[in-house]
């Protein structure tokens, strides 16, 4: 399905990939390939290393980093099976694999130019290291894998920024869930996450003068949550929105904020830290000017993140992705009245990080793309859902019929 996909949209002169992420990761690759290892180019306050590696490696050959991308994306297929298996829900292993294997949304982002694919095989990875770091009893074994599952989420926020502080949520986890060495797992945890997160802040500061991992968050933050309010609140055309930012970003600056068009906010994708500043504050102004459109936009961000799939693949998405939740919400029920309550929250935590975290910075422009690394996660309670719903009907199935007449 993956390859199929791909195929089906794949064009030679690639106008369907080029523009927005794909450009930036591209410059980061020539430049890698020029012999910039010390990552000194400003674009990498916006974009970390790890993707534009990986395409320098492949030669920047657009072929190639497709069929990386879908093999790393198709990884993801036995991780869940393995992953059910380490949470010991042995009826839901099949089923679990199979809902990744045709989630709507893992196939049109599986054949991209994008960092998710390797961001989110790297996450996966590093629940699987969880699972074995929360059951794991020696010592070394431990210390050994809290450090594992810190450096899988650290390699995965340098692919993509969103898991850069994921690992706090997850050493509290493990600090919560472990019986006995819980110290030692937690801490083992986020010291690999904080060093691997750490390292590439102190990088940013020294080369770019900004301690920041990436200036992405600052960006959205105004150009897709505050413009997506200020739209809400004044009809304006988009664009006219855009080009009203850029022009306070501007004169907040200090600099000459006339002639100002909506392409101007591409100049702030990256800068000092004082541009960065501005560009919050002007946000924060914004929300705090409209917070009944600021409130309103929530639930918009909640069904684009959760159920809306932008392209060819719109309505089957829609379909699909509301009975994944309904399937997911009766799966958490099912645990919770197990009191499978690590288990519960483990499924639950990582959804509740990355939703929270695009609804802070990003209510419109995005799709299911910004869930589709907990996808492993949701399949799994999906699976739950769907066998619970299935047991009871052979139940009532197997249940004999009362006698004529009764």
Not at 34 to 57: E, N, T
Not at 158 to 171: C, G, H, N, V
Request: charged letters at 15%.
């Amino acid at each position: 399905m993956r390859i199929g996909y791909a195929i089906a949209i794949y064009e030679p002169s690639l106008v369907i990939y080029h523009g927005g992420d794909y450009e930036l990761y591209r410059v980061g690759a020539e430049e890698i390939l020029r012999g910039d290892l010390a990552f000194k180019h400003d674009l990498y306050l916006l974009r970390p290393p790890l993707f534009p590696l990986l395409i320098a490696l492949l030669n920047m050959q657009p072929a190639a980093i497709l069929a990386v991308n879908i093999l790393l994306s198709s990884s993801i297929i036995p991780l869940t099976y393995i992953l059910a298996r380490q949470l010991r829900f042995p009826s839901q292993l099949l089923l679990a694999a199979l809902i990744v294997a045709i989630d709507p949304t893992s196939i049109k982002y599986a054949g991209v130019l994008q960092a998710e694919p390797l961001a989110n095989a790297l996450l996966a990875c590093a629940f699987l290291s969880a699972q074995a770091l929360k059951n794991a009893a020696a010592p070394q074994k431990i210390a050994a894998l809290g450090l594992m599952t810190g450096g899988f989420i650290a390699l995965s926020a340098l692919a993509r920024p969103a898991a850069y502080l994921f690992w706090i949520p997850m050493a509290v986890w493990m600090a919560w869930a472990r019986r006995g060495w819980r110290l030692m797992a937690a801490a083992s945890l986020a010291l690999a996450g904080l060093l691997g997160a750490g390292l590439w802040i102190n990088h940013n500061a020294v080369t770019h003068g900004h301690w920041t991992f990436s200036t992405i968050g600052n960006y959205n933050l105004l150009y897709y949550r505050a413009a997506s309010v200020l739209y809400q609140a004044t009809d304006k055309d988009i664009n006219d929105v855009y080009a009203e930012l850029a022009r306070r970003v501007e004169a907040e600056m200090g600099n000459e904020a006339t002639d100002i068009t909506a392409m101007q906010r591409h100049t702030h994708y990256t800068g000092a830290a004082e541009l960065q500043a501005a560009m919050t504050r002007i946000a924060v102004a914004i929300f705090l000017e409209h917070p009944v459109q600021y409130l309103i936009t929530l639930p918009l961000g909640m069904y684009r993140v959760l159920v809306h799939l932008s392209g060819p693949l719109q309505w089957l998405g829609l379909i699909w992705n509301t009975v994944l939740l309904v399937a997911s919400g009766i799966g958490i029920w099912v645990l919770a009245r197990k009191r499978l309550w690590a288990e519960t929250a483990f499924l639950i935590l990582p959804g509740v990080y990355f939703i929270a975290g695009t609804l802070l910075v990003q209510t419109s422009g995005i799709d299911t793309r910004a869930r589709v690394m907990v996808t492993p996660l949701l399949a799994i309670m999906a699976a739950c859902g769907i066998m619970r719903l299935l047991n009871r009907r052979r139940a009532a199935s197997a249940s004999p019929s009362p006698p004529a007449g009764s």
